[in-house]
């Protein structure tokens, strides 16, 4: 197996490594992998995922000082990140032994039926290569080996992973550690790659062999690589993360109860990485006339830290002066003006209304990524309503109200779950838990597909296809198909869930 590298034009000045001015090479391996890929047990294919898991683990004292040179996140901060990486590898072994992903449907023949009923039998199966698009917010879990990797992988799909320049050094050493990795247990060559460059990146979702694609980055790139997707002769999935606002809702009585810890749990939110998280609230609806916005600035430092990358930087300043372009933006709190050319950023809390977000919801309600939130005053129930019907799409919607308001919140909660993949009560969204219940994803602008999520155990799902077998004779049937259920799984037979005998109660 062998990790091939495709031209670097967005990384001017960083190392050299192997490279190649076209996608084909890497492809071509990864298609001849797939049909080895697909046929391997789900033992076997738990090893490769964790075998990847360890290998990081154990390389966790070189990857991460590379990354923080690269992205000033920090150690605390990328040690915990590859130990999510890890951690989300780790569950992906434990989703494909436990083997309800596959979605076994058993229904056995029926000539007494009207009309009579045929052997039918369905699972899941791989759809082939997947090309990964690496995000620059998140260097390990949501980079070369991050959580579209590890799902894909799982599905039985071989990964061509396009690397994000914010971090080109680290992207080749994460992908020389996995490779290795994956050849020292037996993965068929081609199981992995990793391509450079803004063009190859066209080239990959373009490319013939490559099945489906996972993305997460900015909104016009991932909607021209959609669109490109769809373009093709024989269009496929496109499943970006693009840009999200993620509204935070206040109620008069959550703010005058427990505004301090609202303000400071606020400001902790979108303040943190830098304000580069996909989950960071970025717009606050809350009452007038709580004295909340005043605990809102006092809580706010003047400081902040370094983004990832300049064009990031300069992106969050024009971001500031757009929304003050309006001419109905207040600053509560910060700097307003700032350049970004150092990539230095202090954070910045706005203020508007709910009357002007009205007027310009396709200014103010666009995603500024960086350190700033904008709190959108409300005077009542009905005008609060308003607002909320001018929301975009997010990946999450917060609600931080008090136990005596349960009653009143239904509409409020119905029209953020018209929106948003996750509500939050009196919590804050920053922070994504790697579990099986876990949806990340939301209605557009926030994803391309708001019937998936891209963090936690159904993440897979994105990556299989169905497909029946009617009256196959035995050995042609697929061992998750089979009567004597040799994987030992949870299947639907003839409508009912059935779960396997323990050897050891028999």
């Known amino acids: 197996m062998s990790t091939t590298t495709a031209g670097n034009p967005d990384n001017e000045g960083a190392a050299a490594g192997p490279a190649s001015l076209s996608v084909g090479p890497v492809t071509r ?5 797939a049909p080895d890929l697909a046929d ?39 040690r915990g990140e590859v130990s999510r990486t890890t951690g989300q590898l780790r569950m992906f072994a434990d989703v494909v032994t436990e083997g ?21 039998r369905r699972m899941l199966h791989p759809l082939g290569p997947v090309g990964v698009f690496a995000a620059s917010n998140f260097p390990f879990a949501f980079s070369v080996a991050g959580g579209d990797t590890a799902s894909a992988l799982a599905a039985g799909c071989p990964v061509v992973v396009k690397a994000h320049p914010g971090h080109p050094r680290l992207s080749r050493l994460t992908a020389r550690i996995v490779t290795a990795a994956l050849t020292d247990v037996g993965a068929p060559t081609g199981t992995f790659g990793l391509v450079e460059g803004y063009e190859t990146g066209r080239d990959l979702v373009l490319d013939p062999h490559i099945t489906a694609v996972g993305f997460t980055g900015s909104a016009a790139g991932g909607r ?11 269009p496929i999935p496109f499943y970006g993360e693009l840009g999200s606002i993620n509204p935070v809702v206040i109620t008069e009585a959550a703010a005058q109860r427990r505004g301090g810890q609202i303000a400071a749990g606020l400001v902790g939110s979108f303040t943190l990485g830098v304000g580069q998280f996909c989950t960071k609230p970025g717009v606050v609806f809350l009452p007038e006339g709580t004295g909340l916005e005043d605990a809102i600035r006092a809580a706010t430092p003047a400081t902040g830290g370094r983004m990832l990358t300049t064009r990031i930087s300069t992106g969050f300043a024009d971001g500031l002066r757009a929304l003050l372009a309006t001419g109905n933006v ?7 003006e700032q350049d970004g050319a150092d990539r230095a950023t202090s954070p910045v809390v706005l203020a508007t209304d709910v009357e002007a977000v009205l007027a310009q919801p396709d200014v103010l309600l666009d ?11 409300y005077r009542d129930a ?23 308001e349960v009653a009143e919140l239904g509409p409020i909660i119905a029209r953020l779950r018209d929106t948003a993949g996750r509500l939050v009560f009196n919590g804050w969204p920053t922070g994504v838990a790697v579990t099986w219940s876990m949806q990340h994803g939301g209605t557009s602008p926030a994803t391309t597909s708001s019937l998936h999520t891209s963090v936690g ?16 004779p035995a050995a042609l049937l697929p061992e998750a198909l089979r009567d004597e259920n040799p994987w030992g799984l949870l299947r639907r037979i003839n409508g009912r869930l059935t779960i396997p005998r323990d050897p050891a109660d028999e």
């Open 457 to 472: 155990a159904t993440a897979i799902r994105r990556f299989l296809r169905p497909v029946t077998y009617q009256d196959s």
């Open 29 to 33: 391996a990864a298609a001849e992998a």
């Open 100 to 120: 309800s992903y596959l979605e076994v449907t058993i229904d056995h023949a029926r000539s007494d039926s009207t009309p009579p009923r045929p052997d039918l």
């Open 224 to 234: 021209a690589l959609s669109d490109l997707a769809a373009s093709r002769p024989d």
């Open 330 to 336: 207040d600053v509560v709190a910060g700097a307003a």
């Open 367 to 377: 995603e500024c990524f960086g350190p700033t939130t904008l709190l959108v005053r």
């Open 382 to 404: 009905a005008e609060l309503a308003q607002g909320l019907h001018a929301l975009p799409g997010s990946l999450t919607a917060t609600v931080h109200a008090e136990d005596d």
């Open 40 to 78: 391997a047990t789900p033992g076997d294919r738990a090893r490769l995922l964790a075998a990847v898991a360890d290998a990081l683990d154990a390389a966790v004292d070189e990857l991460v000082p590379l990354a923080d040179e690269e992205t000033a996140l920090g150690e605390a901060r990328l």
